[in-house]
C-alpha cells in the first residue's frame, strides 16, 4: 500500500534529475505533500513561499513565463480553493506551463475534517478552460503521470490523495493522458471510478464475482479531457452505469460522465461519492463508509 | 533648438497620454485616470531603462514589465506601439471584438505583454517569479512591476512582497503609482491604507518616494534602484490621476469613464498644448 502522494515525492525526485528546468514550489507543507524529497536533492531549485498559496500560484506563473517547469503543491482545499482566481487569471488565461500537484483531496483525507477535505476542486478546475484534470489511482500511475505532465506544454491539475491505497498496475502498464484504463470485461455494470475510488471498486468487483456478478471497472485518471469513446462504449455493453468518487457528486466525474451520455448516448447514471455535503473527522476507511463511498456501498448500489 | 533628453521623454509621456485618450474615446470605455497618472513611469521605462528590442519581444535577456494594474492597458498599448511592438493603428481596435488589445493585457496576444493580467494584486507574484528564474540563471534580467495604490489592498501583494525579499531579489523594482484615488474615493478613506513607503520597508524592500510624474525624478530613482544590491526596490511615486487633461486630474470619476467628444477633442488640445518643441 502506498499513497499517490508519497509517488509523487518520489516522482519528483527522479524528474529533478533529468530535467533542470523543474522547479518545485510549496507553501508550507512539504513534509506533507512530500515536496521535501525533491527539495532536499535540489534546494536551489526548491521554493517555499510559507502559508501564501495565492502568491504560490502568481510565482510558479512567473516562473513559467520565464521558461521553468513549475511543479506546485498543497493541500486541494488550499490550492483549487484558495488559489483559484490565481489559477484563473495568471495561470489558465495566459495557458502557462504550471503543474498544480494538489494532494490531501477528498474525504479520505480524514481526521483533520470538513475544513480540509476538498470536494469541489475537480469541478473548479474542470470548467476552466485550457486546463487538464487528472487524478491518478495508484504508484505506478502516478509516477507515471507526474513524468508525462513535464512533456506537455500548459496547465495542469493533479489530483493525489492522503491515504495508502493498493498497488493497481505494475511496471509495464500502459497509460495515455485522456484514455480511461478498462479493468475487467463484466457486462453487469461498469464502475467509472477515479482517485483512491478505483481500488475500492476493485475490491467490490471481486466481491461480486463471488457471487456471479460480473462488472468492469474503468480508472478514469484523465477527467479532463474525458475519453468519450469509453464512455459511450461501456453504455452500449452493459447494464448499469455508475460513477464513484472521493469528491462532491456535483461538477466532478459523474458530472462529466452525465455530460457525455446525456448528449451522445442517454443512458441513466448512479452518482456516489459526497452527496452535496461537508466531510467530517474521523479515520479514512471510516469516512468512506460513513458515507457509503466504500466497496461495501458500491456492492450494495450494483446489486439494487 | 534641440530639446533635451528629459523634453524628449516628456513629449513620449505626452504621446501615451494622447494615445490613452485615443483609446478610450474611440471604445468608449477603458480606465483614463490611472493610464494617465503612470505615462510618465511608462515613457522612462521604455524609452530610457529597461534592456527591450522591439523586434525581439521575446528574446529570454530582456527586462519584463508587469503592468499589475492591468486595467490601465491602454497607457501600456501607447507604449508599445510608440517603441515600435506593433502598428499604431491598432490602438483604433481597443476593447473591441475583432481586435487583440483587450481590455486588460493578454500576453499571448500582444507582443512586448509580458504576463496577463487584470485580477487586482496578481501581478506581483508573477514578477517575483520572474525575477527568482532570472536569478536561478544567473541571467541578469532586471523585472519591474507597476501596482496600484487601490492594488496593494490585496493581500497577495504582501505574500508577493514578502517572498521576494526573501528571495534579495534586487533585480526587480516595484512601482506604486500612487495616485491617491479609487473608484469609490479616496484610498485612506475606502480601505484605510496610509504609510505605504513604511510598508514596503518593513516588508524588506529598499524604497523612494518620488512624484511620479517627473521624468528627472522617474529615471533617477531607476538609477538608484539598479544600484542596491541585496533587496528588492519599491518606488512610491507620487502621481496624479487624470494627470494632462484639467478636467480629469484627482477625480476618482475619471477612473473608469470614457469621455465625449466635446470632453475628447478639450482632452487632445490641452496635450497638444504641452508638447515641448525645440
Redesign the interface.
Known sequence: MIATRQSYGEALVELGRKNKEIVVLDADLSTATKTNMFAKEFPDRFIDVGIAEQNLMGMAAGLATYGKIPYVSTFAVFAAGRGYDQIRNSICYPKLNVKICATHSGVTVGEDGATHQMLEDLSLMRTLPNMTVISPSDDIQTKWVINEISKIQGPIYVRLARIPTFKIYDENQKFEIGKMVQLGNGTDATIFATGVMVSESLKAQEQLAQEGINIRVVDVHTIKPIDKEMIIKCAKETKKIITIEDHNIIGGLGSAICEVLSEEYPTKVIRMGMKDRFGKSGKGEQLLKYFKMDSEAIVEKVKN | MKITKIEALANIANDIRMGVIEQVYLAQSGHPGGSLSCSDILAVLYFNQMNIDPKKPYA?ERD?FVLSKGHCSSALYATLARKGYFDKEDLKGFRKVESNLQGHP???KIPGV??????L??????????????K?DSAGCRVYCLVGDGEIEE??IW??A??ASK?KLDNLCVIVDHNGLQIDGKVEDVAGLIDIKEKFESFGFYTLEIDGNDIEEIIHAFDTAKNKKGMPTAIIANTIKGKGVSFMENKAEWHGKAPNQEQYEEAINELKLQHIVG
Do not use: F, H, I, K
Open positions: 529570454p519584463r493578454e500576453m499571448n509580458d504576463m496577463t493580467t487584470g485580477s494584486g496578481q501581478g506581483l507574484s508573477a514578477a517575483v517569479g520572474m525575477a527568482l528564474g532570472s536561478m493581500g497577495q505574500e508577493a514578502m517572498s528571495n
